[in-house]
DNA sequence: CCTCCCGACTCAGAAATCTTCCT
DNA sequence: CAGGAAGATTTCTGAGTCGGGAG
């Protein structure tokens, strides 16, 4: 079941939101369409509308007959007016308008001229009509002139424009090198008070481009072919390489993966002798490449074992020092860390769930394809693959990336960021967390608002509505489109009625995949009128019609933000995910450290559920838990013998008095594990060898004689030993199945954090590992009053 | 004007690596 | 105290969101 903590405050009877809503308040003044109602007059499908021709998924499988249907059916129906007085208002016709005529709801009070201002205002206004012109398009990766960028950057600073690659910088110029100039890189920008968020995100920025993998280098181990073996040259080679590391994995069990593959290996393979062999992917035998890989694997294991730790450490710093230069940036003047600074190397794509290009060959990337965004009077970084060249070099100042390529695959582009610590990085976070807080300030009118829109006449409105509800409550993602050569999941927009079950009165079970094709598996109580509208959303649909069919994630966003500046979709989950949060920590957090931490994640753990953040048991989970189970038995069972003995012996002493040192011992038996025979003569791996042999023999009785006070020793240890085990099993059962670490990274103002550890004396290092330190630095100073 | 596509950014779990705990 | 496994953290890169602009 869904928990619905945060929003309890915020959601009294349905009753007494609806009716008297809004007229007076101030989130019904700002909207126009709420008003535009009542002109709703025909009803236009939608889904012909918006998506015929189009490329996305769903265009093709609506329905029409279901779209007529649908909307024209009165919904007077007897459920809904007897399910809730509240929305008899809208009960009677459903006229739906057309949308385009309410869309561009009527620049009433507080309506947003768009194009126009935007609700950033603040520093950099004016940049504002001068980008909308073309110097986007400028930033762009593809264009290579200088556009009509000169105009413009009197105007504003310095925008894009873009410049011939000339040679480098001569190797070992200031940045990265080891001693910087740019200041310790600890710019406090949260002190200044000026968090601007303008256009322009820097004025100066000089980086060293980015690392390259090290190129291929043959191996020369054979392909076997219908057992012959086959020397690939050295392309499909490596290829090869890449589906035998896979071969340990579960890709390599999908049908679609191992196509998509074969058809990418074979077209290596077209001008060779190879191809007219090779023609069928099971009578491809990666072995002796998969024990090649195994092999290599182990001789850097045992290296690395023959290590002293200080070796280890010297290895680590060497390989720092070989990338040192790529690590650092100046971003106006300052020091700043790069995030991901190494290009991805090539392999094959390992797509999530039934993604159709999974097990493609993702090729390496050259610095042909590689742009850099660095400075207009920054030295060109020169390019570290011998007899290659930068690709592109752009100078433009709006974005906060400093290197990109466009990815083989999906066509989309990666780009190189500075790290989560850094300014850029950390500003917007704030910004983020900000933004939630504000929307912590008009829920309430805003949930006042969709309740009403659940009675609407246009079926839009009501969809919009209805939708709306899910976000808020459920956290769900607000569900773009998606196109047919991308995995086929779902968020709230783009719901299909095969993803929904109605079990009245209230309950409505969600079943989909969700981003990441991660399951969302939840039975939820609503309100009887989402759980009516729902119902008649899906009403004469195919099962894979969209729920949703007349709203569209961009008249969703719009009509938020008329609610409130800067709102979207997304900010509900922060908003849910943060709110929850400071509402759980309200609780006892226990007396130790210890039991305050384990208080917190719990805490954490109700967010992440809340989030659907599940990670995948790890492959060992079943037998871990399988030997902890037997472990307790084995603990259960000596405490039983213990307290066997220990009542014999109390019975025993009857001579003496019960308990004394003289009574006779009495004997116990314990099963022990078998000890391995090690001998300092055996190799490294005989031991092990032995050892396992050992732990792999069944437990051998061992009887021990005992008194009283040993017993009784013996007793207390092992029921403490009991007590741990369980609770061990009891967490590692409760938290395998959830991911805390999301939602602490991304949904949780770390604020909260902070201010409930130090209300609670817990150093915040105990919740916040070392990077997360440092990209919540700018929270760090927050005293245990804050309020989210 | 209205789509549709693109670009830039956040968010996501898996995999790799490091650390700690247990026997 | 070693050696390994479990657990925690970091890295990696795929998958979303969302706004803007071209056509």
Partial sequence: MSSFASSDDDSRPLATLVRPSARGAPAAAAHPAADSMDEDEDDVPLAQVRRSGGTKRKSAEMHPAADESDDDEDDGGSAYEDGDEAMDGGADDDDDLPLAARRPAPAAASSPARKRARPAGGAVTPARGVKAKGAAAASTPKVVTKVKSERRVSSTKTKTETTTVSPGRAPGTPLGAADGEGGDGNFRWWEGGNKTEGEVKWTTLEHNGVFFPPEYEPHGVPLLYAGKELYLPPEAEEVATFYASKLQTDHVQKEKFRSNFFADFKKLLVDTAFAKVITSLDKCDFSRIEAYLEDEKAKKKAEKKGQTTAERKEAREAEAERVRQFTVALVDGREETVGNFRVEPPNLFLGRGDHPLTGKVKRRIQPEDVTLNLGPSAPIPECPVAGHKWGKVIHNSCVTWLAGWKDSITGGYKYVW???????????????????????????????????????????????????????????????????????????????????????????????????????????????????????????????????????????????????????????????????????????????????VAFYNKQNKVVAELCNHVRTLPSGHKGQMEKLETRRAEAVAWVKELKRGLAKWNKGGKGAK???????????????????????????????????????????????????????????????????????????????????????????????????????????????????????????????????
């Fill in 418 to 596: 500075l790290s989560a610590g850094s300014a850029f990085k950390g500003m917007s976070d704030h910004a983020k967390f900000e933004k939630a807080r504000q929307l912590k300030s008009c829920i309430a009118s805003i949930r006042k608002e969709y309740r009403k829109g659940w009675a609407a006449k246009g079926k839009e409105i009501r969809q919009r509505s209805t939708a709306l509800y899910l976000i808020d409550k459920l956290a769900l993602r607000v569900g773009n489109e998606k196109a047919e050569d991308e995995a086929d999941t779902v968020g709230c927009c783009s719901l299909r009625v095969e993803h929904l079950k109605f079990t009245p009165p209230v309950t409505v079970s969600f079943d989909f995949l969700g981003k990441d094709s991660i399951r969302y598996e939840n039975a939820v109580e609503v309100d009887k009128a989402v759980f009516y509208n729902l119902q008649l959303f899906c009403r004469n649909k195919q099962p894979s019609d969209n729920i949703f069919h007349r709203l569209s994630v961009t008249s969703l966003n719009d009509y938020l933000k008329q609610l409130m500046p800067g709102l979207s979709a997304k900010v509900f989950r922060t908003f849910n995910a943060s709110v929850t949060l400071a509402e759980c920590l309200q609780g006892d957090p226990g007396e130790t450290v210890t039991d305050k």
């Fill in 658 to 788: 019960a308990g004394a040192a003289s009574s006779p011992a009495v004997e116990v038996t314990q099963y022990m594990p078998v000890k391995p025979e090690i001998v300092e003569t055996m190799t490294a791996d005989e031991k092990a060898q032995e050892r396992k042999r050992a732990a792999d023999m069944p437990k051998v009785p061992t009887v021990k004689s005992m008194r009283g006070d040993q017993l009784k020793a013996h007793l207390k240890r092992a029921e403490e030993r009991l007590a741990k085990l369980t609770s061990d099993m009891e967490m590692k059962e409760d938290l395998q199945t959830v991911a805390l670490g999301t939602s602490k990274q991304n949904y949780l103002d770390p604020r909260i954090t902070v201010a409930w550890c130090k209300a609670n004396e817990v150093p915040v290092e105990k919740i916040f590992a070392k990077t997360l330190m440092t990209k919540f630095s700018w929270a760090m100073a927050e005293d245990s009053s804050f309020v989210f």
